[in-house]
């Protein structure tokens, strides 16, 4: 083999340190690179198509409810911002400013999007009058800048890509609908799509969306036991209508204030496939997502009719709708089938003079590296199942990962005891509501709360901290 080809390299154990296992992957399976910006980093050709895949499949899914797509400017007015005390508050320690324009000093600054709602209010006061100019149902697909002071590859970085949804509705009861909706259509997408199971619920008061009247999340356990929240939809009230002064006449020809609602998810996404499915051979890709669906590896391929037959299995799966690649680079099979397994590639083909003479391939799935002798002419209905079985397989080891990482306590020191024998993970205990308690299981514990889950289970009357009555049951654990 040339010695200037690329050989796989070996990654750090996730049982090592996990962290490194992560960084290694995102390295070695050409998701990023690192820039001269500190926090920000090149999503690479194969993480971009990840995150194209993404895109493609939410992207249908809200012009299914009918949202419609539109593009904000990337900059907004410092006395904009001010207009909604709680949301700037929220938001200011990580706003990056432009001062100047060329050499001119700005006489009113601009921040550099961290996220649009002041853009859509402004906009909304000069497009909504009457009752019959609403809803309006938006959504762009964008970047946006916060000064994280900790940044890591898709998980939290000082500029990323997501999508931020607005919407804005004559009534309180179809705000809250559109919330709650938004937030189904991210919970499936995350379990039929990328096969991750997740908890919806409710944020606390405390961790609410700065300027919301509430906030709903998805919450995903990671490999290691660390939750992730993949997915938030806020319900606004009409305190953003009321600081931007939007007004319609309603009905009854009176003037009133719409609701608005907003909902988000970013390329952390691609963090959550990592470290929810990834294994110490590196990325495992839910087929949905990934780049390349199918790769076919010829064996011998020196040897008369393999190229053509391996060709012509390609153009075969193309054609049935499979995202495929043939590899007839010169690097050896042994080395691509560590590339692939490396990139997380779903189903790999394997094609031979002994498969041609026998009219069969040899078809391994990545997820639990089981191969299968197939007939050449049940390849297509062969490979669909199979890329079936990987997503059904990587989600039924994801819930049973949460199952087993899931812990009912109902005493601090059953919390305590459960984290320090079985490693980190969710803990459900109840909680009484108040603040103070649900600071003080943090300070004793370490783990914060992370939703109200909207199914609820009755642990124990009590509070998990003081004893008071209880009031929900709630889901702990320690965050990416």
């Given at each position: 083999m040339a010695k200037d080809k690329k050989m796989v390299t070996a990654i750090t154990s996730m049982n090592e340190d996990f962290a490194q296992w992560y960084t290694d992957i995102c390295k070695k399976a050409e998701l990023i690179e690192y820039t001269s910006v500190k926090g920000c980093m090149v999503i690479r050709p194969y993480g971009y198509a990840i995150w194209e895949n993404i895109q493609r499949i939410l992207d249908g899914m809200f012009k299914a409810t009918g949202h419609e797509n539109v593009c904000m400017p990337m900059f907004i007015p410092e006395s904009l911002l001010q207009k909604e005390k709680d949301h700037v508050e929220g938001f200011a320690p990580e706003v990056a400013w432009v001062t100047h324009g060329g050499s001119e000093k700005l006489e009113d600054r601009l921040c550099v999007r961290p996220t649009s709602e002041t853009l859509f209010c402004e906009h909304y006061a000069n497009i909504i009058h009457s009752y019959r100019d609403l809803p309006k149902l938006y959504n762009q697909w964008v970047s946006v800048v916060r000064w994280e002071k900790t940044t890591r590859p898709f998980l939290r970085s000082r500029?990323?890509?997501?999508?931020?949804?607005?919407?804005?509705?004559?009534?309180?009861?179809?705000?809250?609908?559109?919330?709650?909706?938004?937030?189904?259509?991210?919970?499936?997408?995350?379990?039929?799509?990328?096969?991750?199971?997740?908890?919806?619920?409710?944020?606390?008061?405390?961790?609410?969306?700065?300027?919301?009247?509430?906030?709903?999340?998805i919450e995903a356990l990671m490999h290691d036991g660390k939750a992730l929240q993949a997915g938030t939809s806020h319900y606004f009230g009409d305190g953003f209508a009321k600081a931007f002064g939007i007004e319609y006449t309603d009905k009854e020809n009176k003037r009133v204030n719409p609701h608005q609602t907003s909902w988000g998810v970013t390329t952390r996404l691609i963090g959550a496939i990592i470290m929810t499915h990834g294994d110490d051979s590196g990325l495992v890709l839910p087929p949905a997502v990934a780049p390349v669906q199918a790769v076919i590896i010829p064996i011998a391929q020196h040897k008369e009719g393999v190229l053509d037959k391996a060709g012509e299995l390609k153009q075969r799966l193309a054609d049935s709708g499979v995202r495929v690649k043939l590899d007839d680079s010169d690097n050896s099979p042994g080395w691509k089938f560590a590339e692939y397994e490396m990139k997380g590639v779903p189903v790999r083909v394997e094609i031979g003079p002994k498969d041609i003479e026998a009219g069969q391939c040899v078809v391994a799935?990545?997820?639990?590296?089981?191969?299968?002798?197939?007939?050449?002419?049940?390849?297509?209905?062969?490979?669909?199942?199979?890329?079936?079985?990987?997503?059904?397989?990587?989600?039924?080891?994801?819930?049973?990962?949460?199952?087993?990482?899931?812990?009912?306590?109902?005493?601090?020191?059953?919390?305590?005891?459960a984290l320090e024998e079985k490693g980190d993970g969710f803990v459900k205990a109840m909680w009484c509501g108040e603040e103070a308690c649900e600071d003080e299981v943090k300070e004793k514990t370490g783990v914060g709360s992370r939703c109200i889950p909207f199914e609820q289970e009755q642990l124990s009357d009590v509070c998990v901290c003081c004893g008071k009555p209880a009031k929900h049951m709630v889901y702990w654990g320690k965050a990416y």
């Open positions: 500029e990323f890509l997501w999508q931020e949804g607005h919407t804005i509705h004559a009534t309180a009861e179809e705000a809250v609908e559109e919330t709650e909706r938004m937030l189904n259509v991210y919970a499936d997408f995350c379990e039929n799509a990328l096969a991750m199971p997740v908890v919806k619920g409710k944020k606390t008061e405390s961790d609410k969306f700065a300027g919301a009247v509430s906030t709903y999340a799935t990545r997820h639990n590296g089981e191969k299968t002798i197939v007939p050449l002419e049940k390849l297509e209905e062969t490979v669909a199942a199979k890329l079936q079985e990987v997503h059904d397989g990587l989600f039924k080891k994801a819930l049973e990962n949460r199952e087993n990482k899931t812990y009912a306590c109902t005493s601090l020191e059953e919390i305590i005891s």
